[in-house]
């Protein structure tokens, strides 16, 4: 199990890396492909298709949408977590200081501290992570 955790920071390392090395190399075989002809010819995504080509735009998605399936998602997911496990001590910090700053007031203001540390520590990243529609960052 030991093994396991130390290897987790090498395994998504490398799953950027490739994302990446990936990313460039489809950008420099449409950088070439782009210079192979001297006459640049104007087509539309129709015409690129019927002519059995993939359009630049569904290349640029479809490398969005793989990098943040296979780097962006997992990573935001361990700063869910993280926020989650700094959310529990910031909170009962807050409420604490509070009530010794004001004890009148502690109850209003533990409440606002209490939200306004759920929505950075958890809320924020949660909506990075989940909702958010694949490959847009």
């Known amino acids: 199990m030991q093994l396991m955790n130390r290897q987790w920071p090498t395994i998504i390392g490398v799953l950027a890396i490739v994302a990446l090395m990936s990313a460039i190399a489809i950008g ?8 192979a002809s001297a006459e640049p010819a104007e087509t539309t995504s129709d015409e690129a298709a019927q002519e ?24 935001t997911l361990l700063q869910v977590a993280a926020g989650f496990a700094l959310f529990l001590p910031a909170a009962a910090l807050s409420a604490s200081l509070a009530y010794l ?5 502690s109850a209003a203001t533990a409440q606002t501290n209490f939200d306004d ?21």
Do not use: N
């Open 28 to 35: 420099c075989a449409e950088t070439q492909s782009g210079q």
């Open 52 to 75: 059995g080509e993939v359009p630049p735009a569904e290349i640029i998605k479809v490398t969005s949408e793989t990098f943040d399936a296979v780097v962006l998602r997992p990573l």
């Open 117 to 137: 540390a759920w929505d950075v520590f958890v809320l924020e990243p949660y909506e990075r992570a989940i909702p958010r529609p694949l490959g847009a960052w």
């Open 101 to 105: 700053i004001s004890p009148s007031s």
